[in-house]
C-alpha cells in the first residue's frame, strides 16, 4: 500500500500560481510511475501529468503544456505539480496518483492504469 497525501490547493486568481504536493508514506514512491489528474464538478476525472519513476520523463495532457510542471524528489517521497499561468478552467479538485513500473509503459493517462490515490486537493481558480 501506499499512502497519498496532497496539498497546495487553494483559491487563486486567473493568471496566478499555486504548487501542488503528494507526499507518500508507508512504501518509496522510486518503485511508482507518478501522475496527476483532476476532475471539475460533472466532469470525469482527467489526465493532467505523469513522470516516469525516476523522474527523467514527463508527460502533459495539452491543455496545460507550457503551464504546469510536474516533478519528483524520491528521497523526499515527494511529488509536486508547480502551476503558472492558471485559468478558470484548470478549477478542479487535482489527485495524485501512483502506477507500478511493473505495468507496462512508463506512463498512462488512464485512471485505471494506476493502482493508489490521493484523496484530492481543490484549486480554484477565479476570472
Known amino acids: 500500500q501506499v499512502q497519498l497525501v496532497e496539498s497546495g490547493g487553494g483559491l487563486v486568481q486567473a493568471g496566478g500560481s499555486l504548487r501542488l504536493s503528494c507526499a507518500a508514506s508507508?512504501?518509496?514512491?522510486?518503485?511508482?510511475?507518478m501522475g496527476w489528474f483532476r476532475q471539475a464538478p460533472g466532469k470525469e476525472r482527467a489526465f493532467v501529468a505523469a513522470?516516469?519513476?525516476?523522474?527523467?520523463?514527463?508527460y502533459y495532457a495539452d491543455s496545460v503544456k507550457g503551464r504546469l510542471t510536474i516533478s519528483r524528489d524520491n528521497a523526499k517521497n515527494t511529488v509536486y505539480l508547480q502551476m503558472n499561468g492558471l485559468k478558470p478552467e484548470d478549477t478542479a479538485v487535482y489527485y495524485c496518483?501512483?502506477?507500478?513500473?511493473?505495468?507496462?509503459?512508463?506512463?498512462?493517462?488512464?485512471?485505471?492504469?494506476?493502482?493508489?490515490w490521493g484523496q484530492g486537493t481543490q484549486v480554484t481558480v477565479s476570472s
Open positions: 496518483a501512483a502506477r507500478s513500473i511493473y505495468r507496462s509503459g512508463s506512463s498512462s493517462d488512464l485512471p485505471r492504469e494506476y493502482d493508489y
Open positions: 508507508s512504501r518509496s514512491i522510486s518503485n511508482y510511475n
Open positions: 513522470t516516469s519513476f525516476g523522474g527523467g520523463r514527463t
